[in-house]
T-cell receptor, first 115, second 109 residues
């Protein structure tokens, strides 16, 4: 089945220790998104790739970086995690063409704990 | 600023009907989504409205009034598995998806 996969599902890191979260998709969608979601809050868009074009949200901290080496894979790097970065990180994809609106398909998420 | 308002929490009884409201103030409008999110899991797509009126999909229906900046999600014949958060999200004029914080729906037997 076509899907969005995130690894790992649970990640524990120490304060200040870099961590990388990964996302892969078999949907062949051209847009990939990274969201941060804290308990009982709306998902917060960190950045997205439209094909290879990287789009950073204005309020995304510099501590968060992303890479998309090919259509299928996207990585979220947190260079120096702080306690406030503990959250669920959601990867999503969509196919956006001439019709710019399309549903987003989400991976299962990675729950990050910072000790 | 852009804002989406939903009730924080609602409680309903198994077998009953519940309506979850969403009001939005965004810079432009290019469609509204409803997503379901079970605790600790990713959101899954429920419905999309871009024109005024009611869209029905089995036990779930979604309504939109663009002039009022208002939508609702109607769930019929509630089942225990419908216990989840329901998120309203709007595409603004820049095709940015603006999310509400979600409504936690608790179903009681």
């Amino acid at each position: 089945d076509a899907m969005v996969i995130q690894n790992p599902r649970y990640q524990v890191t120490q304060f200040g220790k870099p961590v990388t979260l990964s996302c892969s998709q078999t949907l062949n969608h051209n847009v990939m998104y990274w969201y941060q979601q804290k308990s009982s809050q709306a998902p917060k868009l960190l950045f997205h790739y439209y094909d290879k074009d990287f789009n950073n949200e204005a309020d995304t901290p510099d501590n968060f970086q992303s890479r998309r080496p090919n259509t299928s894979f996207c990585f979220l790097d947190i260079r120096s995690p702080g306690l406030g970065d503990a959250a669920m990180y959601l990867c999503a994809t969509s196919r956006v063409g001439r019709e710019l609106v399309n549903e987003q398909f989400f991976g299962p998420g990675t729950r990050l704990t910072v000790l | 600023g852009q804002n989406i308002d939903q009730p924080t929490e609602m409680t309903a009884t198994e077998g009953a009907i519940v309506q979850i409201n969403c009001t939005y103030q965004t810079s432009g409008f290019n469609g509204l989504f409803w997503y379901q999110q079970h605790a600790g899991e990713a959101p899954t797509f429920l419905s999309y409205n871009v024109l005024d009126g009611l869209e029905e999909k089995g036990r779930f229906s979604s309504f939109l009034s663009r002039s009022k900046g208002y939508s609702y999600l109607l769930l019929k014949e509630l089942q225990m598995k419908d216990s989840a958060s329901y998120l309203c999200a709007v595409y603004d004029s820049n095709y940015q998806l603006i999310w509400g914080a979600g409504t936690k729906l608790i179903i009681k037997p």
